[in-house]
């Protein structure tokens, strides 16, 4: 099974860009689709994006379109979230999450080996 960890997380003023990471180990992301979610104080775990690891495809949700990037880095096993034009409403805790399943699934559950999170707090 393959064991995720985030990072990237912090303090940020509104407008500016940051970038999260997902390292897999134990094994590589091969044949597993890799999501980002996100859960705000007080508020369910939502989903942000997915990528396919093996074609690279992405999918997002609505809000994140034109505003998040999901990418992979094969050679480092990584998968990354680049957030542009940061606003406080993205202020949670950002979860890398994999699955062997290639299908897209907005549902938490459907992702089997999560993250401890990373926290991205966005204020001025």
């Known amino acids: 099974q393959v064991q995720v960890v985030e990072s990237g997380g912090g303090l940020v003023q509104p407008g500016v860009s940051l970038t999260l990471s997902c390292v897999a180990s134990?094994?590589?992301?091969?044949?597993?689709?890799v999501v980002w979610f996100r859960q705000a104080a007080v508020k369910e775990r939502d989903f942000v994006a997915h990528i396919n690891w093996d074609s690279g495809r992405t999918y997002y949700v609505d809000s994140a379109k034109g505003r998040f990037v999901i990418s992979r880095d094969i050679a480092n096993n990584t998968v990354y979230l680049q957030m542009n034009s940061l606003k406080p409403d993205d202020t949670a805790v950002y979860f890398c999450?994999?699955?062997?399943?290639?299908?897209?699934?907005?549902?938490?559950?459907?992702?089997?080996?999560w993250g401890k999170g990373t926290l991205v707090t966005v204020s001025s």
């Open positions: 134990v094994r590589a992301f091969a044949g597993y689709s």
């Open positions: 999450s994999a699955s062997p399943s290639t299908l897209v699934s907005r549902a938490a559950g459907a992702y089997n080996y």
